[in-house]
């Protein structure tokens, strides 16, 4: 053995030998390790065998494909230095060696927050104090808050109390080349809009933009990168007029000129990409019937799916509760149609080819969707969709939950590695007790969803 100095096998007892003597599992670690000891010997003994081959290869060769080994170099207590190789049984990726995701490679896949005390609206990814990491930042009916992820745990940094303004939606977006990211959210006093603008600033969310009449949303453009839009309300049509992109100077938000989508696209619910990769961008958008369609930029509707996606319970209001007996005197009824908000989508290049996929929320609905006041959403997931020139093909999807997905967002999170998919859970909806409702954030590694969708072939195709 002098040709290996001193060499020490160190058996890892935990996840080698099972828990029941005399198994067949012992029996062949037994047989890989008696290949260990006899190789050795043999190779302690050939004057062809030198230092260049490692050790650690002849046990690694030995044990075969059920055993990992790797050598290493450390002194005992009398100062020797010598090598150990340590041994443990290859498992399957996430696996333990009882069968079950092991803690370590869950949590890898998967990380879950603890449950939040709010009816979570929705939810934004970015640097809002500027320290270099992202923040997420959720609303509820009436307030902002803005927690940091630290020790695996999410931690409430700052607060603000929007008053009676009922919030629709929440983006965080860096505009400017001065200060962070800030915080753009749509928001109605009572029929009225009166969105506004958060920054990060002495430990506190301030506003620096009020009372913007606009419905704000931040889209990312494939050639452009974030872009802030923006689109007024009417009082014949909830959306009126076409979709505006606006530039953020500071202390107001100033209207660039109109965005070149058909006037029937409204600003909340739509995306644009190269979904053929073939460098000319299609739109795709949720429908007021959770359907998913595609047009050209030109407007022509190509495709509208049969499946349901997106799907929301809330509402844009067309005026106070003290003002709508009034208004409903002189509006038709399919004026009076309650309006709901068209959640979060969006397109990306997931896996390099160049054609765009498409992000989507899909939930089913207790009352199938014939109830126009009470969809009752459950089963929440987020789909990575494929267009192949004439259906859309669902390729890979989180898991369904029980409650209700209301946002998510691609992005890299502090702690956790690669690009996650995070999503905003709504865990359970108490009408009868608000203060009791559950929210819950979750972050996907992105990477592992979509090679789980490509290992299973994908998934179906909506509507089969």
Same mark, same amino acid.
């Given at each position: 053995m002098s040709a290996f100095h001193r060499v020490f096998v160190i058996l890892l007892v935990a996840g080698i030998f099972p828990a029941s003597p005399g198994s067949s599992g012992n029996s062949q670690f037994s047989d890989s390790l008696a290949g260990v000891v006899d190789s050795l010997d043999r190779r302690a003994q050939d004057p062809l065998f030198s230092d260049s081959l490692k050790p650690v %290869?002849?046990?690694?060769?030995?044990? @075969? /494909? #059920?055993?990992?080994? /790797? %050598?290493?170099?450390e002194k005992n207590d009398s100062g020797f230095k010598g090598s150990r190789i340590v041994i443990s049984e290859r498992r399957p990726e996430g696996r333990s060696s009882s069968g079950a995701e092991s803690r370590h490679s869950d949590g890898d896949r998967v990380w879950k927050s603890q449950e939040l005390d709010l009816l979570a609206v929705g939810m934004g990814i970015g640097d809002v104090d500027g320290d270099g990491q992202n923040e997420i930042v959720v609303i509820d009916p009436h307030n902002v808050y803005l927690y940091r992820l630290s020790a695996g745990k999410l931690n409430r940094v700052a607060e603000y109390s929007a008053r009676t303004l009922e919030l629709k939606s929440v983006d965080v977006a860096k505009f400017r080349k001065q200060g962070p990211a800030?915080?753009?959210?749509?928001? %109605?006093? !009572? @029929?009225?809009?009166?969105?506004?603008? =958060? /920054? &990060?600033?002495?430990?506190a969310l301030e506003p620096v933009i009020r009372d913007f009449d606009y419905f704000l949303r931040v889209i990312v453009y494939p050639s452009q990168g974030p872009i802030l839009l923006g689109q007024k309300k009417g009082l014949r049509n909830m959306y009126d007029g076409p979709v505006y992109r606006l530039t953020d100077k500071g202390d107001q938000l100033a209207l660039e000129g109109r965005f070149g989508i058909p006037l029937k696209i409204p600003v909340f619910g739509f995306t644009i990409g190269d979904f053929e990769g073939k460098r000319q961008p299609?739109?795709?958008? &949720?429908? !007021?019937?959770? #359907? =998913?369609?595609? &047009?050209?930029?030109? @407007?022509?509707? $190509?495709?509208?799916?049969?499946?349901?996606? *997106? *799907?929301?319970?809330?509402?844009?209001?067309?005026?106070?509760?003290?003002? %709508?007996?009034?208004r409903d005197s002189i509006r038709s009824d399919d004026e009076k149609d309650d309006v709901y908000f068209r959640p979060r989508i969006m397109s990306m290049d997931i896996d390099g080819d160049k054609a765009q996929q498409i992000i989507v929320i899909s939930h089913s609905s207790k009352t199938m969707r014939l109830l126009g006041r009470?969809? $009752?959403?459950? /089963? @929440?997931q987020v789909l990575g969709l494929l267009w192949n020139g004439d259906a859309l093909d669902e390729k890979w999807g989180t898991p369904k939950l029980e409650g209700t997905i209301t946002d998510f967002a691609v992005e890299k999170l502090p702690e956790l590695s690669g690009v996650r998919l995070v999503t905003l859970e709504r865990k359970k909806t108490d009408w009868l007790a608000f203060l009791r409702s559950k929210s819950q954030i979750r972050a996907y590694d992105l990477p592992s969803l979509i090679r789980e969708g490509l290992e299973g072939g994908g998934r179906r195709s909506p509507g089969d």
């Open positions: %290869q002849v046990v690694s060769d030995a044990l @075969g /494909e #059920h055993y990992n080994s /790797e %050598q290493l170099t800030r915080i753009y959210v749509s928001a %109605q006093n !009572r @029929g009225t809009l009166a969105s506004f603008v =958060l /920054e &990060y600033r002495n430990g299609l739109i795709a958008v &949720y429908d !007021r019937n959770d #359907h =998913l369609r595609i &047009y050209s930029p030109d @407007g022509k509707r $190509m495709y509208v799916s049969k499946a349901f996606y *997106g *799907g929301s319970d809330v509402l844009l209001r067309w005026a106070g509760p003290e003002k %709508q007996t009034s009470s969809k $009752m959403l459950e /089963e @929440g």
